[in-house]
C-alpha cells in the first residue's frame, strides 16, 4: 500500500472512531516530515552523481604558492675567537636577514675551550638565546690544528649530516642567496669549492682554496674525521694544509673555483683584491667598520626595511 493511500484512508475513517482519527492525525505528522527528509536526499544524491555536475580544478586559488623545497643542506663554521662577542651579534645581524630558497643553511661560531669565568657565563647566554655556537676541544688557535679539529669533530658532535659543510673566517661576508645558487649545480659527494690560491690562477686543481671561505662535501668531512692524512699533519696554515691533505690521499676529484665571485676587499690584498661587483658570493678582509659599512651599502642590504610611524631613517 502507497503512503498517500494509507493517509487518504486515515483521514477518511468513519469520525465515530474518535481513537482512529487520532491515530490518523499522529500518522500524518510523522510519516510526512520523514518523506520530505527522505526525497532531499535522493534528490540531491541524484544531483551530485549527475554527469552534468562538472567540477572545476581552478575552485581555488592559492594566495602564496608552497614554498620550493630545498635542494640541498649547508653548515657555515664562522672561525672566531670567544671574546669576539661584537663581532658575533654584529654577524647575527648580518646572517639573521639572509635566507636562500633552494638551501637549508644553518650559520654557526666556532671556537676552542673557554678560558675565563666571563665567557662562560656570557657565551652560556649565547648559547641559550640564540644556540649558533660551537666549542671545540683545543686551545685557540689560527694555524695549529683548529681547522683540523673543526671538519674532524662534526660528524661526532652534530645530530644530523649535511651535504656541504664551509669553513669560513668573520672578516668575510657571505651572499647567501648567490652562494647557494652557485652550489646547486654542483656535485653533492667529493667536493672542494672556494676561492683558488694563488690569486691569478683559475685552476683549482693548482694549489688550495683560500681560508677566507671554502666549502667540503660531507663525504669529504667524514674522510677528515677517520683518515690518519690530516691527523698527523695539523700545523701550519690551515688553508694550504686542507689543499695538502686532499691531495695526498686523492680527494676532491669535484672542485670548483668560485671567481671573480669571492674576492677581497678593494686594496686590501693585491692581486686577490677587486672593485666591488654585484655578483659577489663572498667580500673578504672587512677589519674596519667603514669597510663593512660600504660593502652593506652596495649590496642595498636594509633594502627590505618597510616605512613605519615607529621610526625615521
Known sequence: MFVGDLIYLLLTTSHKHLTNIMLGRWLVLTILPCLAIFLFFFFFNLHMNSPLMVVSNNAITLKNPPRRQ?????LIGILTRPDAYDRRHFLRLIYGIQSSPI???DIKFVFCNLTKDDQRVLIALEILRFDDIIILNCTENMNSGKTYTYFSSLPRILSHSYD????ADDDVFLRLVPLAASLDPLPRIDLYYGFVIPCNSLNPFVEYM???GFILSWDLVEWIAESSIPANDTHGPEDKLVGKWLKMGKKAKNRFSNKPAMYDYPG???RCSHELIADTVAVHRLKRWDQWLAALKFFNVTKGLEPSKL???
Open 164 to 167: 656541504y659543510v664551509m669553513k
Open 103 to 105: 638551501a637549508d643553511i
Open 268 to 270: 686590501t690584498n693585491g
Open 311 to 313: 621610526y625615521n631613517i
Open 70 to 74: 630545498a635542494q640541498f643542506s649547508l
Open 210 to 212: 683560500s681560508g677566507m
